[in-house]
């Protein structure tokens, strides 16, 4: 069994002990290896802050063995030393930032190997804003205005983040560009978790059908997760569960 989280935004704001505190519990409890990746931020060169927020983060909620990696351009991305702290962990996070800084950094990297090798392992891959958006098939990149390739382990599916803020303002031309998608608006302050069976490093590299999205998302936080589809709109908040399936 492996686990996704992902999250809306404003993860280290102090709202997002729910959805957090599952996460750890999935990843083994509060002794459990967390792995933060600060590489959305790193263009504007805020990695070393961002990732010591997240260290601290966890650390207030219990978590005994946190720590952020330097991951900040496609050197670092594909340097041995730092793929092989990622796969000592239990828990991967990615922080929001530059979302297609982020995608472009990580694909086909040692990094993101080490990373599919924790989630086909039983571990816990989170992402918020930035982060969340490049786990799907899809993300818009708001600086640029394009749609994009992600890394593709939510597969025929695109994260709105900070969608009770502007997130939403993105969903008519999504859903355009991608009639045949799931958009995935969710909250900032707001998580969602899955659980599901890993999927093969193979798998990430070819688009599959809906059929093999994980199951039984779970809503975690105080706002809520709306599901985009071509023919309904869904809100679920929070406790709520849902496939991307079917509501």
Known sequence: MSYLLLAGGAEFGGQMREPDLQAIELAGGFDAPICIIPTATAPDNNHKRA????????????????????????????????????????LVYLLGGFPRFLGETLKDSLCWDAVLDVYQNGGVIGGSSAGAMVLCEFYYDPYEKKLLNGLN???????????????????????????????????????????????????TDSKLSSATHPADW?????????VYRSESTVSVGRGGKFSLNGI
């Open 51 to 90: 990732g010591n927020n997240g260290i601290r983060w966890f650390q207030s909620l219990g978590a005994k063995k946190v720590f952020s990696l330097d991951v900040i351009d496609s050197n670092s991305a594909n340097d041995s030393s730092l793929a092989a702290s990622v796969r000592t962990s239990k």
């Open 153 to 203: 382990l939510i597969p025929n599916a695109c994260v709105l983040p900070h969608h009770n803020q502007f997130g939403k303002t993105w969903a008519k031309q999504l859903r355009e560009l991608l009639p045949d998608s799931i958009l995935l608006g969710i909250d900032e302050e707001t998580g969602m978790i899955s659980r599901s069976a890993s999927r093969g490093k193979d798998e």
């Open 218 to 226: 779970q809503v975690y936080g105080k706002g809520e997760v709306t």
